[in-house]
């Protein structure tokens, strides 16, 4: 079988639900005719009809507030954010109402809310954020954000059929970079599940979505310049976290460094520190460590984004500062 | 009265003024039946009130009270027009739209007292809970965000080819919001079976509808989205019907969404706390002297429809009884669980589990309870330790 990018592996997973589910469909701004900005949904009006793939007006809170009234109705909609910075005006519906249906008026909402994300693509302060940490703080939300053209198919297909409201981050600088042969069959990658992308002895790097990539290439400098041996985890999914495998590789290598491309107060680093704070703290040998980008809004210009967003150089002098520690 | 501007508006104060209904209106094919058990559906909603009144003031209301007092012809008016099968989603001073769609008295005390049994399993407070099944939808505080769920549910209604049809409600304040015009817009341009019904009430909490809008009239905005407007004296349960009936009509016909605005008064404050102190001298005492809808409704019934003065009273004394037995049954049940707090919040994981300082504990409420030392309670004792 022939490789497939990140963005054809999204939308193989899109053609497949819809044609296993007739209530699974898409909406939002330019995703028929046009084929979405990205053209993640490219071709499949033509495949699946207006009816199925809708064009709405530009309306965050509409679009996800209409998407919440038709999966309590047994629908399945999958719901796109033009750019996943444009999610915020949809927050209190997705916060407020979405993520408390079940709980308080047990309602389900299956629904997916899904849209380019991040960095290193010179996009500047609206079209480059990854708004995860936020969504991740509310109970009743899951949110996935795949690293691999595998996980981006897997994942979107649990997310489809999961019974709640998945939110799945995808990564605009890996849209086309990434590519990988997919998995024959019902390709299903279960959420709340990480991934060891790279086994490793001496230290471990947490991670997900496009820093998983920046981590590997640290990974490979570390063994050639250092010879030290590096496991990399990509989370895959944020909410759940993989609390099993989080501990299983703090206590294997005793050193952990957390890397995230979103801003460092309040993102997930933090959390995933104090979980192992919590649970090995008797294992490890040195201070959890992260390396994120600045607490500034994501600047334009190249020189200002490269300062400002994790780089794999970055990843090398954190990783020397915890082995050495 | 707020501005200079609502008193024509608002003729309906004059005094209990007949709506016109010529031989076309939805009304005239109403059974005598139907037009009692619009008044039962009325009464209900006032009775049911004044028992959660006495609730509240024995503190066996957990939380705060919200009065639709002098509104029960807007909601109960409007639900009627629906069918079985179509779905609603009430705010919280449509009791009425909840009872006329099936919600229960004893649903409405149990979740009122937060008790383990009530529709939400006390996660929810008052009456924002809903049953698909029986076609409504629980609200949720942030005013207007119903108005794009509902646009959803209608898509899904159009989507399936189900002939089914929903209805919105949304206060004079709510217009103000994004989600409200978000959720219309969308709608109207899906064409989806959607009435929209907006009930001006005069307030939102304090701010009067001249502080909420430049516009003269909410119906107005219907033209800004390319939809029908209609707008009805929502103290006359017949016109509510007749208007919101035909919006109805519109929206199973295949003719999209229809806004509805209808004029009303709210008598209580916001909420039970809430002593109106903005309310100018007298226009509360005016609308209740002049324009109360059941005793508007019930006067009609006599006059206009031969109803006799037994069978009126004997529907106040069948609501007085249905009230009286749903209390005894409500106040009977228990509080919830407290470990019920970590279950449902998915489907997949099905709970929560407890945080490692309440592994073993059953509740955590006697700890929660004002322990001595809890400030401003207990004062005395510290300050002399």
Do not use: I, Q
């Given at each position: 079988m022939a490789e497939i990018t990140y963005l054809e592996a999204i939308r193989e997973a899109l053609i497949e639900e819809m044609e296993r589910d007739v209530n699974v469909f898409c909406l939002g701004e330019d995703i028929g005719r046009y084929g979405g900005a990205f053209k993640v949904t490219d071709g499949l009006i033509d495949r699946f009809g207006e009816a199925r793939v809708l064009d709405t007006p530009i309306s965050e809170v509409g679009i996800v507030g209409a998407a919440a009234g038709a999966a309590h109705m047994g629908m399945r909609p999958i719901v796109e954010m033009q750019f996943i910075d444009f999610i915020a005006n949809a927050y209190d519906m997705l916060t407020n109402y979405v993520a408390t249906s079940r709980y308080r008026a047990l309602l389900p909402c299956p629904m997916v809310v899904r849209g380019p994300s991040g960095g290193y693509v010179r996009g500047g302060p609206f079209h480059s954020q990854n708004p995860e940490a936020g969504f991740i703080h509310t109970p009743g939300l899951k949110v996935v954000y795949p690293a691999t053209a595998e996980d981006a198919k897997g994942l979107m297909k649990a997310a489809v059929r999961d019974d709640d409201c998945v939110l799945f981050f995808e990564h605009k600088y890996l849209y086309r970079r990434v590519k990988a042969e997919m998995p024959a069959g019902d390709h299903v990658v279960p959420i709340g599940k990480?991934?060891?992308?790279r086994g490793g002895r001496d230290l471990s790097i947490i991670t997900y979505a496009a820093t998983v990539w920046k981590a590997l290439e640290a990974a490979a400098t570390l063994e050639k310049e250092d010879g030290l041996s590096v496991e990399?985890?990509?989370?895959?999914?944020l909410a759940p976290l993989d609390d099993e495998a989080i501990q299983a590789t703090a206590r294997k290598t005793n050193r952990v460094l957390v890397v995230h491309e979103d801003t460092r107060t309040g993102g997930i680093a933090g959390e995933i520190t104090a979980r192992i704070n919590e649970t090995s703290f008797a294992w490890l040998d040195a201070?959890?460590?992260?390396v994120t980008a600045h607490d500034v809004p994501l600047p334009y210009a190249p020189q200002l984004e490269d300062f400002v967003l994790p780089q794999t150089t970055d990843i090398v002098r954190a990783a020397r500062t915890l082995a050495a520690y | 009265m707020p501005t200079g501007r609502r008193t024509p508006r608002r003729s309906a104060t004059g005094g209990p003024a007949v709506a016109a209904r010529d031989s076309e209106s939805p009304s005239t094919q109403l059974s005598s039946e139907q037009r009692l058990e619009l008044y039962y559906w009325m009464r209900l909603t006032r009775t049911l009130e004044e028992r959660l009144v006495a609730l509240y003031r024995q503190t066996k209301v957990v939380g705060g009270l919200f009065r639709s007092l002098g509104q029960e012809a807007d909601a109960v008016g409007s639900a009627f027009a629906l069918e079985r099968r179509d779905v609603l989603s009430p705010l919280i001073r449509n009791l009425g739209s909840m009872l006329v769609k099936g919600a229960t008295p004893v649903e409405i005390l149990r979740q009122y007292m937060a008790k383990?049994?009530?529709p939400t399993r006390g996660r929810e407070l008052n009456i924002h809970f809903g049953d698909t099944e029986r076609g409504f939808i629980g609200q949720i505080s942030p005013l207007g965000d119903m108005v794009p769920v509902m646009a959803g549910?209608?898509?899904?209604?159009?989507?399936?080819?189900?002939?089914r049809v929903g209805l919105v409600y949304a206060g004079d304040g709510a217009t103000s919001t994004g989600a409200f015009h978000e959720g219309i817009n969308f709608a109207a341009v899906q064409r989806c079976p959607l009435v929209v019904v907006v009930e001006n009430n005069g307030y939102a909490y304090s701010t009067p509808t001249s502080k909420q809008t430049a516009a003269a009239r909410f119906v107005d905005k219907a033209i800004g989205y390319g939809i029908p407007g209609e707008r009805a004296d929502g103290n006359d349960v017949l016109a509510v019907y007749d208007v919101t009936r035909r919006a109805v009509d519109r929206a199973r016909r295949g003719e999209g969404v229809s806004l509805v605005e209808l004029m009303t008064y709210r008598r209580k404050g916001h909420a039970e706390h809430d002593n109106q102190s903005y309310v100018p001298d007298g226009e509360v005492e005016r609308w209740e002297r002049e324009n109360d809808p059941l005793t508007r409704y019930s006067a009609r019934l006599r006059d206009e429809f031969d109803a006799s003065d037994d069978e009126i009273s004997s529907i106040d004394e069948r609501v007085r009884r249905d009230?009286?037995?749903?209390?005894d049954v409500a106040e009977r049940s228990g509080p919830p669980a407290p470990l019920d707090a970590l279950v449902g919040i998915y489907a997949d994981p099905p709970a929560?589990?407890?945080l490692w300082y309440r592994e073993g504990q059953e509740s955590a409420v006697a700890a929660h309870e004002r322990a001595e030392g809890w400030g401003t309670f207990n004062t005395t004792s510290k300050a002399s330790s």
């Open positions: 990480a991934r060891v992308a990399v985890v990509d989370l895959r999914s201070p959890v460590l992260r | 383990g049994d009530s549910v209608t898509l899904s209604f159009k989507m399936r080819g189900e002939d009230v009286d037995e749903a209390t929560e589990k407890p």
